[in-house]
């Protein structure tokens, strides 16, 4: 009786081991993951602050993570932009594009942004003509982001006002399906960016819709691995 429980207890010695090993090295993966996200993308330190910011807590648009390196990695140095919803995104896309027309309702964060804000920004403050406002402009955009309320009529707006060439930026295209359905049904190519992003602790999409006509130039120097890449 004393050597079949001495086999037993042996057994699950050895399972128990087996299991503890193999629960470490899990472990041990998940936190070189989490340090990835945590310290390469900047999320911590974005999450401590709750500021959209990268690794070098530089401004970036509070963008799904593979949606702000896609759009890093484009030349849109000649493009006109609209963004209705002022903030980082203004300060990234400032650097990025020819001349940025932005369009915030909230009086508050307009007067914040405001602060802050480069010299190629047209930043305007609107209410009740939040939606309308960027007809005012009069111009053709060969970007559009739709990031602050009203956000379906805006997407009517977008593609009234949309150039030939461009492309619209939506972000939480998730909780807009039907947003998403209007620039499908329109002719429009639709390019997901699901993932985690800053100050969230959960992940969401931020997708582009292209025309089909659209020109997209890369910059020229492009990154030859991603952020946390490596073997």
């Given at each position: 009786m004393n050597f079949i429980k001495k086999v037993i207890k042996e057994i699950f010695d050895s399972v128990g081991f087996k299991i503890e090993k193999k629960s470490s090295k899990n472990n041990l993966n998940l936190t070189k993951a989490s340090k990835v996200l945590e310290y390469e993308y900047g999320h911590l330190e974005s999450k401590k602050t709750k500021t959209s910011i990268g690794v070098n807590k530089e401004p970036v648009p509070w963008f799904t993570?593979?949606?702000?390196e896609y759009l890093s990695q484009l030349d849109l140095s000649d493009l006109i932009m609209l963004e209705w919803g002022a903030g980082n995104s203004s300060i990234f896309f400032?650097?990025?594009?020819?001349?940025?027309?932005s369009i915030e309702?909230?009086?508050?964060?307009?007067d914040l942004v405001k602060t802050n804000k480069p010299i190629n920004n047209e930043l305007?403050?609107?209410?009740?003509?939040?939606?309308?406002?960027?007809?005012?402009?009069?111009?053709?955009?060969?970007?559009?982001?739709?990031?602050?309320?009203?956000?379906?009529?805006?997407?009517k707006a977008a593609l009234?006002?949309?150039?030939?060439?461009g492309f619209i930026i939506l972000d939480n295209c998730d909780r807009h399906p039907e947003i998403a359905d209007m620039f499908r049904e329109t002719g429009f190519i639709e390019v997901d960016f699901h993932g985690f992003g800053p100050i969230n602790e959960y992940t969401w999409t931020t997708s582009l819709f292209l025309r089909r006509s659209v020109e997209l130039k890369p910059l020229s120097f492009q990154p030859k691995i991603p952020i946390g890449g490596g073997y």
């Open positions: 993570y593979p949606a702000i400032s650097k990025k594009v020819k001349k940025l027309f309702h909230n009086k508050e964060w307009y305007i403050y609107a209410d009740e003509d939040y939606v309308k406002k960027a007809e005012e402009f009069q111009k053709r955009f060969d970007v559009i982001l739709i990031d602050g309320i009203k956000r379906e009529d805006c997407a009234r006002l949309l150039s030939k060439n």
